[in-house]
């Protein structure tokens, strides 16, 4: 199974109200990552968060992290038709080594104008 | 700012055909991943490197193989595709384990 679970899978608001998308996972991590992903285009990394962490804020994103309950949140404020786009969570996990991220299956994020 | 370049942008090969797939990782990073993305799907982790050297594998197949070179850009080479290897194939490279920074990938068409 998936070490990064998403939810919602697909989310469409408007223009200026805030967007949350959530992610579970599975295994003990390192730290907890954001990333955004237009159609057809590489992913950019949008926040990172580490496991002795609990909240993050970058511009308008706020990420949480509960190690306890192994989810995290990405909030995005008054939110722009730009912000269109999938975001996934990426999880390093502990263990050390050059080890891929594991992502998860993402949130299709669409802000209506 | 360098980015992660990635080459060719788009591949259409026929059942069984090989392919070759190239990354140029940014200036200085030490450590190269490869990814798997079919439609619709996330990232799946194929292989990494840090200095030239394998340093993890995920989901690979035996058919794929991947190599860094002295100049630290990368080669994803895959034989006897099959049609399930149609998907987009993205390029990671990062300084230390993370951030990664992606290149905008290869889409691979296997007809």
């Known amino acids: 199974s998936q070490q990064g679970e998403e939810d919602p899978q697909a989310l469409s608001i408007q223009e200026g109200e805030n967007a949350t998308m959530n992610c579970s996972y599975k295994t003990s991590i390192n730290n907890l990552q954001w990333y955004r992903q237009n159609s057809g285009r590489g992913l950019v990394h949008l926040i990172l968060?580490?496991?002795?962490?609990r909240e993050k804020h970058s511009g308008r994103l706020r990420v949480t992290l509960d190690t306890s309950k192994k989810s995290s949140s990405l909030l995005i404020t008054a939110s722009r038709a730009a912000d269109t786009a999938s975001y996934f969570c990426a999880t390093d996990a502990s263990g050390g080594g050059a080890d891929g991220l594991t992502f998860g299956k993402g949130t299709h994020l669409i802000i209506q104008p | 700012a360098a980015g992660v370049i990635q080459s060719p942008r788009h591949l259409i090969k026929e059942k069984r055909e090989t392919a070759t797939l190239k990354c140029y990782p940014i200036?200085?990073?030490?450590?190269v991943y490869w990814y798997q993305q079919g439609p619709g799907q996330d990232p799946q982790f194929l292989i990494s490197f840090y200095e030239k050297m394998q340093s993890d594998k995920g989901s690979i197949p035996d058919r794929f193989s991947a190599q860094q070179f002295s100049d630290y850009h990368s080669e994803l080479n895959m034989s006897s595709l099959e049609l399930g290897d149609s998907a987009l194939y993205f390029c990671?490279?990062?300084?230390?384990?993370?951030?990664?920074?992606f290149g905008n990938g290869t889409r691979l068409t296997v007809t």
């Open positions: 968060i580490r496991s002795n962490e």
């Open positions: 990671a490279s990062s300084l230390g384990p993370s951030p990664l920074h």
């Open positions: 200036p200085r990073h030490d450590t």
